[in-house]
């Protein structure tokens, strides 16, 4: 499986609805979301090609003051970004893997 991912040599922190994770550098935040969760993101309906926005996240990053919506496709994932929202076909995606904690309030469409 990890000829899907970019070459990488370490693993970035970022934080996804408070829960933290260890993903590869030099991929894409949608990418990094098959890292954790391999059994579901391939077969969730993303286009993977900015087309289909069921990958939008609101995200801010480490020297960003504000949060701002970003496609998890395109966007290259950096050390400490922290994703507060996450459109429904993540939210699904990835319920196993944030925990009971997932609320509908957090779902942005
Ligand atoms: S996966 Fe379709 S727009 Fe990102």
């Known amino acids: 499986m990890s000829e899907v991912f970019r070459p990488f040599e370490r693993l970035v922190e970022i934080n996804i609805l408070g829960r933290t994770f260890l993903v590869p550098e030099k991929n894409s935040v949608l990418r990094c979301f098959q890292f954790i969760s391999p059994d579901t993101i391939p077969y969730g309906r993303f286009c993977w090609n900015q087309d289909c926005q069921y990958c939008r996240v609101n995200c801010q990053l480490q020297d960003d003051d ?6 998890s496709c395109k966007f290259m994932v950096s050390e400490g970004m922290n994703i507060s929202e996450l459109a429904p076909e993540l939210v699904g995606c990835l319920r196993s893997k944030l925990g009971q904690e997932l609320k509908s309030e957090e779902v942005k469409p």
Do not use: D, G
């Open 66 to 71: 504000q949060a701002r919506p970003i496609l």
